[in-house]
T-cell receptor, first 118, second 112 residues
Framework: GAVVSQHPSRVICKSGTSVKIECRSLDFQATTMFWYRQFPKKSLMLMATSNEGSKATYEQGVEKDKFLINHASLTLSTLTVTSAHPEDSSFYIC??????????????FGAGTRLSVL | KQEVTQIPAALSVPEGENLVLNCSFTDSAIYNLQWFRQDPGKGLTSLLLIQSSQREQTSGRLNASLDKSSGRSTLYIAASQPGDSATYLCAVSKAGANNLFFGTGTRLTVIP
């Protein structure tokens, strides 16, 4: 089955530092990847849609200069939280669509990254 | 804007009981609806996907129904087990778009 690997699973950093999160499709090519954020006891909110080889599309209210997304290949998208602050502490989850599987727009999810900014 | 609501927010049942989780959405122009399971601090596991043209899907002890016109879906879990304890999320995708709109989830606890 389609597997999405997300790394790291947990990161603790000091305020002001930048953190990079990787999302990889291990056994399929992903033309489109998504980045979601989940605050405690809340549901997932879409942050941005990442398309291979083009700029990401950000949802309203999400700062593109703070959350840098790079989708340089068909198997890798990265999310960099720049100058992280405590309010950025959250659970970040990526997902990917298998463009060749003929499964339509089914998204396969990574295991998530817990970011804690001190 | 699509809004997805799940009721109840939390549910505790004794082992062996059958249960129903509810999901409602405001915009019926959906492409499909998915039910996910999320364990604490973990990612999402897809349980069932119902295309907009379908009425229900079954997988083992799970059965999901979809009434698109009324904007409702239910997830039926038969003979619940402690291992079913998790948060269950429903999500809908819009026709012509890829992103998912998630509900707030139902936290299920099955008591041994």
């Amino acid at each position: 089955g389609a597997v999405v690997s997300q790394h790291p699973s947990r990161v603790i950093c000091k305020s002001g530092t930048s953190v990079k999160i990787e999302c990889r499709s291990l056994d399929f090519q992903a033309t489109t990847m998504f980045w979601y954020r989940q605050f405690p006891k809340k549901s997932l909110m879409l942050m941005a849609t990442s398309n291979e080889g083009s700029k990401a599309t950000y949802e309203q209210g999400v700062e593109k200069d703070k959350f840098l997304i790079n989708h340089a290949s068909l198997t890798l998208s990265t999310l960099t939280v720049t100058s992280a602050h405590p309010e950025d502490s959250s659970f970040y989850i990526c997902s990917a669509i298998d463009r060749l599987a003929g499964t339509g727009n089914i998204q396969y999810f990574g295991a998530g990254t817990r970011l804690s900014v001190l | 804007k699509q809004e997805v609501t799940q009721i109840p927010a939390a549910l505790s049942v004794p082992e062996g009981e059958n249960l129903v989780l509810n999901c409602s959405f405001t915009d019926s122009a959906i492409y499909n609806l998915q039910w996910f399971r999320q364990d604490p601090g973990k990612g999402l596991t897809s349980l069932l996907l119902i295309q907009s043209s379908q009425r229900e899907q079954t997988s083992g002890r799970l059965n999901a129904s979809l009434d698109k016109s009324s904007g409702r879906s239910t997830l039926y879990i038969a003979a619940s087990q402690p291992g079913d304890s998790a948060t269950y999320l429903c999500a809908v995708s819009k026709a012509g778009a890829n992103n998912l709109f998630f509900g707030t989830g139902t936290r299920l606890t099955v008591i041994p």
